[in-house]
């Protein structure tokens, strides 16, 4: 439970946060949190909320209201009553005023960039005036001790910051503060610090005489012996300067810290200040050539700053210069999407709506975008926050020059390193051996264009050579750049680094020489141990120490992942060197070959009973568990798209039959949709019908998630005659059994289930059973809608069997959620828990999101049948969580239909018709759920006397019953009959 007082009263659970409806219910639970723990009599409770006038009724009174409170709890037993009164049990760490008053406690013993940390948190969960839709006596003073906290821990938190050398950063809000707060001597103490040690004493000085006047205007007095004696010191520069902070920087989305990251005092400084000026400005652009050192900066200063963004740290590779192809704002916005926590078709399909969507959630919090490596300033506005409580970091070769002027984005122009900033590069990475040769060091500075990419890997070098004087390395570079063509990125004569790279290059011993070049080969980003191990047809341990020597080379990153990165313009040198040596098409075809058969591999744990439909395959890796496999596409799932683009035809083709099942489990649907439309192409082009009928039957599965029923229905139809026409017997039932899911979407059942069961008749045919399961779950789920509850049942078990026989979990879940379902629609409330608690199980192991909220909602349904409203209430908040990220239409519609059943039967009948207007409102061709909406709507306006409504409802849900053919059309038809024509009048 969460209990929030620190802004309006509000009451979370499971994440779900609301605000308390109606003044008294408010006051009741401030009451109640001021004294948790606690029992709080009766008669205290009605003076407070009735003010003590005489009622005969106030106890009933009081009775409903508590009654009400109870209804937000997680528990209702949590609201208990005694002979001394009402008593709400709420751990400390549940009401956020109590964990604002830890968190500012233990800052106190805390060293200052951990104080800093603890602060934030603490004053971050603070949203208005305690108590703002309260106003009471009884909980005013709490308001006005938790108010001067909130000042105390503020003051805090700027002695914190200035301790750590934030003073250019904190000015802006100290003075804020000290306008809102004059009187406070202690606000104007830190701001005359702030300003002092941002080399602005006579502002420091100004600030002091302007408290000085509104103390003695105000109060007659003079300012306190501390702020006179700070006056004092800034007067004669007396105040001294912070001790040095060690920082602690822990990266959430943000690539590692930079190792040995020097220089650039002025550009981070010119950053520092953007996030204190006012107004302020939400965008900063770091722009320079290649290999200046842009990414470097950014991602140090960002984890300098991070503590500033307690919302989250949310980062990107646009991949705009490198070999790949830059990654569309579409694809970035569905990561950052997906990080904060959306899911499958809740993402949506147009870019715009994208944006939006990241807009919204992103609104008002504290967020560090690092949008890296952008190449247009198209690409980047679609990225960008629409508040100006985050802050947008961009890094680019181009100037972006529209986002300066549209935007208000501020320019970082960041050249070469200074000359003494980059021999002070060096001195850091050589150390003793830089102060020996001095010259030495400033010669190797200039022939490495003081570009840090290359001073690094000069810097390698010279460690890897103990027995070299540094200017003999300086000498032979120099005599590599005559013989070298300058590597022109752009015409940017700066990035003359070809030569730098090219001495590192020759250092290397043969293993790793050819390990380098195949890393320009591979076409993704980013790439594992056994892909590399794949190209060079090795086993990976004999690849691991090559690749632990490149990287301290500094000629590939290691991620904080695992996984191995060159920077981009070394990709592009090694994949020349690569061209080169013939270096390309067997490694690519190894890896081609490992990266198929391994994500067979996985799939054939993920669906065992699919394994003969993929592609045959030999070699790659092997898994021996569920988890393991899905890890394993997880982190290639980028890799394995990103190879159709540069194998042949029939590769495509056998990835797409791969991945399809992977990719609908993750609700990648994009992905799925990129893949697939190129498998489609390639198949056309092969002119190989069996391909094109499984690209079609795969490309129409993503299409339908996008919402286009009627072009899926093409594709799949088209898919079944290709299937006939070849004779794959097996796979025309499937087309089938996805046909008839496209009727089923389309409401018309009786011709949904024929094609289920021509499906089924084909399996039989054909001799494969084991495939039917999904026919016999969705013929049965149908058969379940019109009523034919007994069929149903009997082939729920029938398809239960059947995927537990050919370990086919996706199926096994579906067959218990449907008969779930079943018990529900019998009443049989005990055997529908048990049957959705083991859909839950196998749907939390297998990660297939839409499940577990089907099984949620099935289990809160179950719960409210036994008259366990709390329990229920509790699955079907999850189950709504889950929905709404997953963007499930029609799951959506049952959840918010079963929960607004829940809110009539526990007496809240508005709460009710909310639900189901919203439910009638996102109607989308899923009928049986919006006539259960208008049937429920008119049950609750009966129960309300409003009956010209109630029948207006009911009318309406009969017609769509009838349409579809269901039988509650008759239930719903008696109702009418026995129905009042006209409302009773007001009263």
């Known amino acids: 439970m969460e209990f929030r007082v620190l802004g309006p009263v509000a009451v979370g659970v499971g994440g779900r946060v609301q605000v308390v409806t109606g003044k008294l219910q408010r006051t009741l639970l401030g009451v109640l949190l001021v004294r948790a723990n606690q029992p709080v009599p009766v008669d205290a409770l009605t003076d407070v909320l009735w003010g003590g006038e005489p009622d005969p009724r106030v106890a009933q009174k009081l009775q ?43 800052a106190a013993g805390l060293e200052p960039q951990r104080a800093v940390k603890s602060l934030r948190a603490a004053l971050a969960l603070w949203r208005g005036t305690p108590f703002a839709d309260v106003d009471v006596p009884a909980l005013a003073d709490w308001s006005r001790q938790l ?27 100290l003075t804020d503060l000290v306008g809102q707060h004059p009187l406070r001597e202690r606000l104007h103490s830190l701001l005359m610090t702030a300003l002092y040690r941002a080399g602005r004493q006579s502002d420091a000085l100004d600030v002091y005489r302007r408290a000085r006047d509104t103390l003695v205007a105000e109060l007659g007095l003079e300012p306190g012996p501390e702020l006179r004696e700070l006056h004092q010191r800034v007067l004669v520069g007396g105040l001294p300067e912070p001790a040095p902070v060690v920082r602690r920087d822990v990266p959430a989305q943000l690539p590692a810290e930079v190792r040995g990251f020097t220089g650039r005092d002025a550009e981070l400084a010119e950053l520092d200040r953007m996030l204190s000026i006012e107004p302020p400005m939400v965008i900063a652009a770091v722009v320079g050539t290649a290999g200046v050192g842009k990414t470097a900066l950014a991602v140090h200063w960002a984890h300098r700053m991070r503590e500033r963004f307690p919302d989250g740290q949310l980062y990107v590779d646009l991949r705009g210069y490198g070999p790949d192809e830059p990654v569309p704002a579409a694809d970035a916005l569905a990561g950052f999407l997906r990080a904060l926590g959306l899911d499958g078709a809740a993402i949506p399909e147009d870019l715009g709506e994208r944006a939006a969507r990241f807009r919204s ?76 040769e001095p010259e030495a060091v400033g010669t190797l500075v200039e022939r490495c264009a003081r570009l840090p990419l290359a001073l690094r890997i000069a810097a390698e070098l010279v460690r890897a050579r ?261 004779g794959n017997r097996s796979l025309e039932a499937a087309a089938w059994n996805n046909i008839g899911i496209m009727h089923w979407q389309r409401s018309d059942l009786s011709k949904a289930a024929d094609c289920f069961r021509h499906a089924r008749t084909i399996y039989a045919e054909s001799g494969e059973d084991r495939m039917r399961a999904p026919a016999v779950n969705n013929l049965a789920h149908v058969l379940g809608i019109l009523g034919r509850h007994d069929e149903a049942h009997g082939l729920y078990e029938l398809g239960l069997t059947i995927a537990q026989d050919n370990g086919d979990r996706t199926g096994e879940t579906k067959a218990l959620n449907g008969l779930a379902r079943i018990e529900l629609e019998k009443a049989h409330h005990r055997q529908a828990l048990n049957r959705a608690a083991a859909a839950l199980r196998i749907a939390r192991d297998t990660g297939y999101r839409i499940y577990e909220g089907i099984a949620l909602r099935l289990l809160g349904a179950a719960h409210r049948g036994l008259g366990e409203f709390e329990t229920a209430r509790r699955h079907l908040e999850d189950a709504l969580r889950i ?36 439910v009638l409102a996102i109607e989308n061709g899923h009928r049986d759920e919006y006539a259960h909406a208008l049937a429920g709507a008119g049950d609750v306006h009966a129960a309300r006397d409003e009956h010209d409504l109630a029948r207006e409802h009911w009318e309406r849900a009969v017609t769509v019953y009838r349409e579809m053919g269901t039988p509650h059309a008759d239930a719903i038809a008696a109702k009418l009959l026995t129905a009042p024509r006209r409302s009773a009048p007001p009263t």
């Open 64 to 106: 409903l209201h508590v009654h009400r409170v109870r209804s937000l709890l997680d528990d209702p037993d949590r609201l208990s009553f005694g002979p001394a009164g009402y008593r709400l049990l709420a751990a400390p760490d549940e009401i956020d005023a109590e964990q604002f008053g830890a968190l500012a406690d233990a």
């Open 147 to 173: 108010t001067e906290r909130r000042l105390t821990a503020f003051e805090a938190l700027y002695q914190a910051e200035l301790a750590c050398g934030l003073h250019e950063a904190v000015i802006g809000e």
């Open 361 to 436: 959630l992103v609104d008002r919090k504290r967020v560090l975008v690092l949008l890296d490596n952008a190449r247009t300033v198209d690409q980047v506005r679609p990225l960008l926050p629409g508040s100006t409580a985050g802050f947008t970091l961009v890094t680019s070769r181009d100037s972006l020059a529209g986002l300066v002027a549209r935007e208000g984005a501020h320019r970082v122009g960041l050249d070469r390193l200074p000359a003494a900033d980059a021999v002070g590069l060096l001195r850091e990475l050589l150390g003793v051996r830089a102060a020996i």
């Open 466 to 726: 103990p027995g070299r004087a540094i200017a003999d390395l300086a000498a032979e570079l120099a005599g590599r750049q005559d013989t070298l063509d300058l590597l022109d990125v752009d015409g940017d004569p700066h990035t003359a680094v070809r030569a730098v790279f090219s001495w590192s290059y020759r250092q290397l011993e043969p293993a790793a020489a050819c390990v380098f070049r195949l890393l320009g080969v591979h076409p993704g980003h980013d790439v594992a141990e056994d892909a590399v191990a794949a190209m060079a047809g090795k086993e990976p341990r004999e690849v691991r120490r090559v690749l632990d020597a490149l990287v301290r080379a500094n000629l590939v990153d290691l991620t904080p992942a695992g996984r191995y990165q060159p920077h981009d313009l070394l990709r592009f040198y090694a994949a020349e060197l690569a061209a080169g040596a013939g270096d390309v098409d067997e490694p690519l075809t190894r890896l081609f070959d490992h990266y198929l058969a391994t994500a067979c591999a996985a799939m054939d744990v993920i669906a065992p009973h699919e394994a003969d439909r993929r592609p045959k395959t030999t070699g790659g890796r092997t898994f021996d568990s569920y988890e393991a496999a899905i890890r394993w596409l997880d982190a290639e799932r980028a890799n394995l798209l990103a190879v159709t683009q540069h194998a042949d035809d029939r590769y495509i083709c056998a990835m797409s039959d791969a991945l399809w099942r992977y990719l609908g489990i993750r609700g990648l649907h994009d992905d799925a949709f990129v893949l697939h439309t190129r498998a489609l192409r390639a198949s056309q082009a092969l002119g190989d019908a069996t391909a094109e009928a499984n690209a079609r039957r795969t490309f129409a599965s993503a299409t339908y998630r996008a919402g286009h029923v009627s072009h899926a229905l093409e594709h799949l139809e088209r898919a079944r005659d290709l299937y006939q026409r070849v």
């Open 883 to 918: 929905t709404r990220a997953v963007g499930e239409t029609d799951d959506l519609m049952a959840t918010l239909t079963e929960q607004a059943a829940l809110y009539a039967a526990t007496g809240h009948p508005d709460e009710a018709l909310l639900l189901y207007r919203e």
